[in-house]
């Protein structure tokens, strides 16, 4: 599979949220605000969801997600990549 940055910035603040990326997938799809983000076991990805009630609790509905964890390593390893690079 064919993945590129498509664009990635830094996010200065205090909180967890360490950037934004989007990526390019086999030169036709764009995903974009893919977040960064500061984890207890370092930096990782977070797809972009929508909120949502359940039960009175607010969750979260990915609007896009790998289907494998090849396909969300090999994302995440370029977005992490990039961004260590800025």
Do not use: C, H, W
């Not at 498509?6 to 360490?18: F, M, N």
């Not at 983000?37 to 359940?54: A, D, H, I, T």
């Amino acid at each position: 599979m064919n993945v590129k940055i498509g664009r990635i910035r830094k996010i200065e603040t205090a909180g967890s949220l360490k950037g934004e990326a989007s990526v390019i997938i086999e030169d036709a799809i764009e995903l974009k605000k893919i977040k960064i983000v500061e984890g207890s076991n370092g930096l990782f990805v977070s797809m972009p969801s929508e909120p949502y009630e359940k039960d009175g609790k607010t969750e979260y509905a990915p609007y896009f997600n790998p289907i494998n964890a090849e396909t969300r390593n090999t994302i995440q390893a370029i977005i992490i990549d990039a961004y260590n690079a800025l």
